[in-house]
């Protein structure tokens, strides 16, 4: 199985600030990657799909990168409503479809 | 707009089966590939199971391979999980989530959720 892990766990960063959370697979997963935001109590929202593509309505301060092992999301500016928990998310391979553990992003 | 919504949750005892459902509307139900997605109480996502749009193809995770079953009927815009021989960390909110255009596997519209609880 194909294994993901995300750094930081969790992130503290104040309106404004550039964050970057990075996501790791075990083997490579080409571009077959996406990127999910929840809020607690809510169900997880799509922000990327294949890496870098931005799901339909998703403000243009996300932004996803990588290829092959690494993967990053990019908030460029962060604001109020993106105080969440943030997970990768592989689809490369039919035996799992394995999430990373989550990183989330609190107020400094 | 797209709508997912899971019922059938609730308290069972270990052992015993649950039959989940997600009614489906705003989109072509028969030509999406379908998932169910879980969540224990305060940890991570987990993926549970995947069918494809004409039920010819399922796949399962691991944990629950072999006693966990996903279903479709596209005559009803409906999707299933059964679930027999539950077990304690099987506790879980479960969501059933949309495939992604293309027959991708990611997950592109979720529903609310429905909470399992298994416990004696």
């Known amino acids: 199985d194909i294994q993901m892990t995300q750094s930081p766990s969790t992130l503290s960063a104040s309106v404004g600030d550039r964050v970057t959370i990075t996501c790791r697979a075990s083997q490579s997963i080409s571009s077959w990657l996406a990127w999910y935001q929840q809020k607690p109590g809510k169900a997880p929202k799509l922000l990327i799909y294949?890496?870098?593509s931005l799901e339909s309505g998703v403000p243009s301060r996300f932004s996803g990168s990588g290829s092959g092992t690494e993967f990053t999301l990019t908030i460029s500016s962060l604001q109020p409503d993106d105080f969440a928990t943030y997970y990768c998310q592989q689809y490369n391979s039919y035996e799992g479809f394995t999430f990373g553990p989550g990183t989330k992003v609190d107020i400094k | 707009q797209v709508q997912l919504v899971e019922s059938g949750g609730g308290v069972v005892q270990p052992g015993g089966s649950l039959r989940l459902s997600c009614a489906a509307s705003?989109?072509?139900?028969?030509?999406?590939?379908m998932h169910w997605v879980r969540q224990a109480p305060g940890k991570g996502l987990e993926w549970v199971a995947f069918i494809r749009y004409d039920g010819s193809n399922k796949y399962y995770a691991d944990s629950v391979k072999g006693r966990f079953t996903i279903s479709r009927d596209n005559s009803k815009n409906t999707l299933y999980l059964q679930m027999n021989s539950l077990r304690a960390e099987d506790t879980a909110v479960y969501y059933c989530?949309?495939?992604?255009?293309?027959?991708?596997?990611?997950?592109?519209?979720w529903g609310q959720g429905t909470l399992v609880t298994v416990s004696s």
């Open positions: 989530a949309k495939g992604g255009a293309a027959g991708m596997y990611y997950f592109d519209y």
């Open positions: 294949k890496a870098s």
């Open positions: 705003g989109f072509t139900f028969s030509s999406y590939g």
